[in-house]
């Protein structure tokens, strides 16, 4: 059974960094595709970025330049690296991962700005 596990969310100054983890058991990630996503009060779920089983990373706009995806396929672990937070990036964040037979999600961590 394949299951997300993220962790890493909490309450930050705007201009602060939190890393997001996710650790994922009950399959082998390393040629999995991987990514985060995020759903904000009363708004529809976002891709925040991507990384491919090679590598190769691609951010959202919104993100880009402040967030760093990352992937460890030795701890079977998927990382978001976030800084200068600000009050647009407050939300649920979830971890996903696309395989053929269906997209796997983590229960999610929240993420709070204070101004």
């Known amino acids: 059974q394949v299951q997300l596990v993220e962790s890493g969310g909490g309450l930050v100054q705007t201009g602060g960094s939190l890393r997001l983890s996710c650790v994922v058991s009950?399959?082998?990630?390393?040629?999995?595709?991987m990514g985060w996503s995020r759903q904000g009060p009363g708004k529809q779920r976002e891709t925040v970025a991507v990384v491919t089983s090679t590598g190769y990373t691609t951010h959202a706009s919104s993100v880009e330049g402040r967030f760093t995806i990352s992937r460890d396929n030795a701890k079977n672990a998927l990382y978001l690296q976030m800084n200068n937070l600000n009050p647009a990036d407050p939300a649920l964040y979830y971890c996903s991962l696309p395989t053929r037979e269906a997209t796997y999600w983590g229960q999610g961590t929240q993420v709070t700005v204070s101004s």
């Open positions: 009950g399959t082998n990630l390393s040629r999995a595709l």
